[in-house]
């Protein structure tokens, strides 16, 4: 549906404003990943270890729909602030709005809970359903580009739409019992996430504040040629990377607690299988760069097929770092190391951004951008050989 969606709302409301709607989605998906405070991992791995407890997962359910409940109280007014702040003659007011509906979406995301239970179909259906509705409001009611509001309120209903009917899918399904709010049980699972949060939200907030230093060097224009590249690997990164690593997780968290032998095994078998994956679709890029903008794009965006060299091995990059970080790092609850390793590059990567944009462009940023998250790669690979050596050694030792 993204080679329906994508080529229809380019060539419908044009590169500058395609790079603003595009824009106010990604300000709130970092706002949205503050909701979502790593739950993801850390409450799925908690879950696949007690599914069979149904007052434990019930209780699980509805502390962190009260975690996020707690977090949004403070966060929704720095949103607002946040969006106005940075508000121009095209980012109006009414693109805020839509953009608070996808924020509020993110209290009732629940894929958390299908992860745990391994019950990955729902994870499908809904992702689908959600694509889906996007697809059909845009199709209906984007016309032209004085439209490009609407692009933004159609992924706002359709993520609040899925996310509420999941969640209320799971009370149903699963005879979720009520449990009532409890403070201390509140703080203890912000406290048991806190890295795995920290972590996501340092990716994700380097990643934003490069869109936010780009948006203020470059015209419209050139942010939407940087969005409409970045979108490419977004694309591969949803569909590839993220839709397999997250239901992957709970089940190497599980194996590694059970047999540390067997988890490696399957870890060495999936990182081949997404390399070999990532790096084919690598070369697709390199090669068929023309063709992949004007079937995405059109005419008018034509210069995005010189950029796609610069970041064709990104999806690459990342699906690395998910393996060592992610499955790696985090299965070994060393959430902490992957969230030092992510300041430490993100550090590095927005102080080039400050120094050299003028001078680099959009081009240099790009450049920036996939060298960062090699070293996010790079550094990952090292802490994970180091720390399972270690422990190697420490199993033998008592063995």
Same mark, same amino acid.
């Given at each position: 549906?993204?080679?329906?969606?994508?080529?229809?709302?380019?060539?419908?409301?044009?590169?500058?404003?395609?790079?603003?709607?595009?824009?106010?989605?990604?300000?709130?998906?970092?706002?949205?990943?503050?909701?979502?405070?790593?739950?993801?991992?850390?409450?799925?791995?908690?879950?696949?270890?007690?599914?069979?407890?149904?007052?434990? @997962?019930?209780?699980?359910?509805?502390?962190?729909?009260?975690?996020?409940?707690?977090?949004?109280?403070?966060?929704? !007014?720095?949103?607002?602030?946040?969006?106005?702040?940075?508000? $121009?003659? +095209?980012?109006?007011?009414?693109?805020?709005?839509?953009? =608070?509906?996808?924020?509020?979406?993110? #209290?009732?995301?629940?894929?958390?809970?299908?992860?745990?239970?391994?019950?990955?179909?729902?994870?499908? &259906?809904?992702?689908?359903?959600?694509?889906?509705?996007?697809?059909?409001?845009? /199709? #209906?009611?984007?016309?032209?580009?004085? $439209?490009? !509001?609407?692009?933004?309120?159609? @992924?706002?209903?359709?993520?609040?739409? &899925?996310?509420?009917?999941?969640?209320?899918?799971?009370? @149903? *399904?699963?005879?979720?019992?009520?449990?009532?709010?409890?403070?201390?049980?509140?703080?203890?699972?912000?406290?048991?996430?806190?890295?795995?949060?920290?972590?996501?939200?340092? &990716?994700?907030?380097?990643?934003?504040?490069?869109?936010?230093?780009?948006?203020?060097?470059?015209?419209?224009?050139?942010?939407?040629?940087?969005?409409?590249?970045? *979108?490419?690997?977004?694309?591969?990164?949803?569909?590839?990377?993220?839709?397999?690593?997250?239901?992957?997780?709970?089940?190497?968290?599980?194996?590694?607690?059970?047999?540390?032998?067997?988890?490696?095994?399957?870890?060495?078998?999936?990182?081949?299988?997404?390399?070999?994956? +990532?790096?084919?679709?690598?070369?697709?890029?390199? =090669?068929?760069?023309? +063709?992949?903008?004007?079937?995405?794009?059109?005419? $008018?965006?034509?210069?995005?097929?010189?950029?796609?060299?610069?970041?064709?091995?990104?999806?690459?990059?990342?699906?690395?770092?998910?393996?060592?970080?992610?499955?790696?790092?985090?299965?070994?609850?060393?959430?902490?190391?992957?969230?030092?390793?992510? /300041?430490?590059?993100?550090?590095?990567?927005?102080?080039?951004?400050?120094?050299?944009?003028?001078?680099?462009?959009?081009?240099?940023?790009?450049?920036?951008?996939?060298?960062?998250?090699?070293?996010?790669?790079?550094?990952?690979?090292?802490?994970?050989?180091?720390?399972? *050596?270690?422990?190697? *050694?420490?199993?033998?030792?008592?063995?």
């Amino acid at each position: 549906m993204p080679l329906i969606l994508i080529p229809y709302v380019s060539r419908t409301i044009g590169l500058a404003r395609y790079g603003i709607s595009e824009f106010s989605i990604e300000l709130a998906a970092f706002f949205g990943t503050i909701i979502l405070y790593g739950f993801d991992f850390t409450m799925s791995k908690f879950l696949s270890r007690n599914r069979n407890n149904k007052s434990y @997962f019930s209780n699980l359910f509805w502390n962190v729909f009260y975690s996020r409940i707690s977090i949004s109280i403070v966060l929704i !007014p720095v949103f607002w602030l946040t969006g106005i702040y940075f508000l $121009d003659d +095209l980012f109006t007011r009414t693109v805020l709005l839509y953009s =608070f509906l996808f924020l509020i979406s993110r #209290l009732f995301s629940s894929w958390w809970f299908f992860q745990g239970m391994e019950n990955i179909k729902w994870i499908a &259906i809904g992702n689908f359903l959600t694509k889906a509705l996007i697809l059909a409001f845009v /199709l #209906l009611f984007v016309k032209n580009e004085n $439209d490009y !509001p609407l692009v933004v309120l159609g @992924f706002g209903i359709s993520q609040f739409l &899925i996310n509420f009917a999941a969640w209320c899918w799971i009370i @149903f *399904k699963y005879k979720i019992k009520f449990f009532i709010f409890r403070l201390a049980e509140i703080f203890k699972l912000l406290k048991d996430s806190f890295f795995t949060f920290l972590n996501e939200f340092l &990716i994700l907030m380097f990643t934003t504040v490069n869109i936010l230093i780009v948006k203020n060097f470059l015209s419209a224009e050139e942010l939407g040629l940087y969005v409409a590249t970045m *979108k490419v690997v977004i694309i591969i990164q949803n569909l590839v990377i993220q839709s397999v690593s997250k239901s992957l997780y709970p089940n190497l968290a599980l194996a590694f607690n059970k047999n540390r032998t067997a988890y490696k095994h399957k870890l060495e078998k999936f990182r081949n299988l997404l390399g070999l994956v +990532l790096i084919t679709l690598a070369l697709v890029i390199i =090669f068929g760069k023309e +063709l992949i903008v004007q079937l995405l794009f059109g005419s $008018d965006f034509s210069k995005v097929s010189s950029l796609l060299v610069y970041v064709s091995f990104l999806p690459f990059f990342i699906g690395m770092t998910n393996i060592y970080g992610w499955q790696g790092l985090y299965v070994m609850n060393r959430e902490r190391t992957m969230s030092f390793i992510s /300041l430490f590059v993100g550090i590095l990567s927005v102080s080039s951004l400050l120094l050299l944009i003028e001078s680099v462009g959009v081009k240099g940023v790009l450049i920036i951008r996939s060298l960062s998250e090699l070293m996010i790669l790079t550094i990952a690979y090292f802490f994970f050989e180091k720390i399972w *050596k270690s422990e190697q *050694k420490n199993a033998s030792r008592v063995g």
